[in-house]
């Protein structure tokens, strides 16, 4: 609806974001959303493992580009058709090598979700900086992202 989100997200956001191609391929898991946060984990396949056998940089990336994406997409899914946002600029620094499972968590507040949603609405781009950390299974950061994520009215030429 026009009038914002519910606080809380539902199973049926849940789903939708889990059936996204992307999603899909990579097996990216919704451990924990609410508007302004996400959670997206990820047991890596034998072929997202690197010659070291730990997790390669790329599948640890990805966990962050997509947790980063989710936390402003589960925001504007009623608004998919009118906008898109994407990673316009990340600064990546792989403090360690990922063993097991990992895991990311973007945060947003609420309040700057909503002038993101106006801005949007009034044809306005936005570029918002966030902060995602990625870490592995022995809760350790492996991965700390410091992204702008790209927030833009659907073009229409």
């Known amino acids: 609806t026009d009038d914002g989100p519910a606080d809380a997200i539902d199973d049926d956001t849940r789903d939708r974001l889990a059936t996204m191609p ?17 959670t997206l984990g990820i047991t890596p ?10 997790v390669a ?3 640890s990336f990805a966990r962050a580009e997509a ?9 504007f899914l009623d608004r998919l058709d009118r ?11 792989f403090v ?12 947003i507040a609420p309040t700057r979700l909503d002038e993101i949603r106006a801005a949007v609405d009034a044809g306005e781009p936005v570029d ?5 950390d990625v870490l592995d299974g022995t809760d350790r950061v ?14 229409t030429d």
């Open 128 to 132: 918002e900086p966030l902060h995602v």
């Open 96 to 107: 360690a090598a990922a063993r097991g499972p990992i895991r990311a968590t973007a945060t």
């Open 57 to 59: 940089a790329p599948i």
């Open 22 to 38: 992307w999603s899909e391929l990579m097996g990216f898991e919704m451990l924990d959303a609410d508007r302004g946060r996400v």
């Open 142 to 155: 492996v991965l700390a992202a410091d992204m702008v994520m790209a927030v833009r009215p659907l073009r």
């Open 83 to 93: 906008t898109y946002t994407v990673v316009k600029e990340a600064d990546l620094r």
């Open 67 to 75: 947790t980063g994406v989710a936390v402003v997409v589960m925001d």
């Open 45 to 54: 396949r034998h072929d997202f493992h690197n010659q070291n056998g730990t």
